[in-house]
Structure formats: C-alpha cells, structure tokens
C-alpha cells in the first residue's frame, strides 16, 4: 500500500517568506509526526498528533513554527518569516497510535527545506 | 535528563564481516526501542524494534539486543553489504506522556569497504 508521502520534496524561499509543507499519512493511522534533521544530525521532535485529542507541541522551537491536521488524514507544517537556521529536512511519519501501546513509526521522503 | 546516545559516531567495516552498532539510553522507563536505517536523501527505514519484556529480537540478518541493567541498545548486522552503508538511528518511547512519540539518537554512520 501507500507510504507516507510529504510534498513538495524540495522548497527553495528568501528570509522572511512563510512556507507550508504537507504532509499525508499512512491511511488508518492515527498517529501523526514532524520532525526536522539538519544537516548531519539527528531527529528533532517537533509536534505530534493523535487522533482527536490536543497535539503535543512541545517541540516547536519558535511561535513561528505551527502545524494542523485535519481529522486523521493530511497535515500541514507552517513556518512563518523564515529565517535562514530554519533550514534542514522536515519528515513526518504516521503510525496506528493505539492508546498504550508504542509502535514503529512509518517515515516519509521529507521536504528539504532552504532558506536564503 | 532524558537522552539516548551513541558510543561510536562513525563505523567503518569490511564486506562480509559482522557490524556492531551501540547506544545508551538513560531512561529506564522506556519500554520501546527501535532501530531505524536511513540512506542519503531518504527518511528513516524501520528495521527492527524491541520491548523491554525482551532482551533479544533477530530479524533477517541482524539481531538486536537489550540490556536493561546497563540501559543498553546494540544492533548486529551479519555479513555486512555495501547496501547496509546508511546512517542508524536508535530510538525509545517517549516518557513524557505522548504516547507513541519516539526519542532519537544522534546517529551512527556506517561505511563498508569493498
């Protein structure tokens, strides 16, 4: 079946410029999140969706970082006036996210982002 | 606070030899631990997970093991191939309360040699 797909696969925009990266997940899944890795790094937790309930924003660097998801499907990761640290690859994964209980988490290809 | 790390950043192995990646982790409440795989350009590729009611996993070539007492993480990959050449990545289940969300390591890069 489908994976995870995230468009655009690359984004290219000037300092100060808003982006808006999507992201669609696994269908069925409930569980939905963004990380960013820069260059060489690791993962960094950025938001998490699950279900119906509140997302956990807990690690969205700035106010200039925002995310929504529409009931259990597509998603959306909007960062205002970019700045040019903003840069890095942006990858969502989706999981089934049945309460209690840890699973793999399921990745897409991620948007690489560059910021001039 | 909370961390899962890497002892080696960097591995370098011949073709046909057997690869050990490590990590630690810090948080003896996490119950889940994967290992991701993730080639250039890609996002990461599950290859094997645990829970900590185990303390060994095998799948198709590599094996991962759990030490609880030392709060450590290892992958075995066997004969190694020049497609294993990727970043690894562990992760363990998140203890703040995000159910489902995952913590990862910084990586390990793993090179083999022809």
Same mark, same amino acid.
Request: one cysteine or more.
């Given at each position: 079946?489908?994976?995870?797909?995230?468009?655009?696969?690359?984004?290219?925009?000037?300092?100060?410029?808003?982006?808006?990266?999507?992201?669609?997940?696994?269908?069925?899944?409930?569980?939905?999140?963004? &990380?960013?890795?820069?260059?060489?790094? +690791? #993962?960094?937790?950025?938001? *998490?969706? %699950?279900?119906?309930?509140?997302?956990?924003?807990?690690?969205?660097?700035?106010?200039?970082?925002?995310?929504?998801?529409?009931?259990?499907?597509?998603?959306?990761?909007?960062?205002?006036?970019?700045?040019?640290?903003?840069?890095?690859? &942006?990858?969502?994964?989706?999981?089934? +996210? #049945?309460?209690?209980?840890? *699973?793999? %988490?399921?990745?897409?290809?991620?948007?690489?982002?560059?910021?001039? | 606070?909370?961390?899962?790390?890497?002892?080696?950043?960097?591995?370098?192995?011949?073709?046909?030899?057997?690869?050990?990646?490590?990590?630690?982790?810090?948080?003896?409440?996490?119950?889940?631990?994967?290992?991701?795989?993730?080639?250039?350009?890609?996002?990461?590729?599950?290859?094997?997970?645990?829970?900590?009611?185990?303390?060994?996993?095998?799948?198709?070539?590599?094996?991962?093991?759990?030490?609880?007492?030392?709060?450590?993480?290892?992958?075995?990959?066997?004969?190694?191939?020049?497609?294993?050449?990727?970043?690894?990545?562990?992760?363990?289940?998140?203890?703040?309360?995000?159910?489902?969300?995952?913590?990862?390591?910084?990586?390990?890069?793993?090179?083999?040699?022809?």
């Amino acid at each position: 079946g489908a994976g995870v797909s995230q468009s655009p696969s690359n984004k290219v925009t000037e300092k100060g410029k808003d982006v808006e990266l999507r992201c669609d997940p696994i269908s069925g899944h409930t569980a939905l999140y963004w &990380y960013r890795q820069r260059l060489g790094q +690791g #993962l960094e937790f950025l938001i *998490y969706f %699950q279900g119906n309930s509140a997302p956990d924003k807990s690690g969205l660097p700035s106010d200039r970082f925002s995310a929504e998801r529409t009931g259990e499907s597509v998603s959306t990761l909007t960062i205002q006036r970019t700045q040019q640290e903003d840069s890095a690859v &942006y990858l969502c994964a989706s999981s089934p +996210g #049945l309460a209690g209980v840890a *699973y793999e %988490q399921y990745f897409g290809p991620g948007t690489r982002l560059t910021v001039t | 606070g909370e961390s899962v790390g890497l002892h080696l950043p960097t591995l370098s192995v011949q073709e046909g030899d057997n690869s050990i990646i490590n990590c630690a982790y810090s948080n003896s409440a996490s119950d889940y631990f994967i290992w991701y795989k993730q080639e250039s350009g890609k996002g990461p590729q599950f290859i094997i997970d645990i829970r900590s009611n185990m303390d060994k996993r095998q799948g198709q070539r590599v094996t991962v093991l759990l030490n609880k007492t030392v709060k450590h993480l290892s992958l075995q990959i066997a004969a190694t191939q020049p497609g294993d050449s990727a970043v690894y990545f562990c992760a363990e289940n998140s203890p703040r309360g995000s159910q489902g969300n995952l913590i990862f390591g910084k990586g390990t890069k793993l090179s083999v040699k022809p």
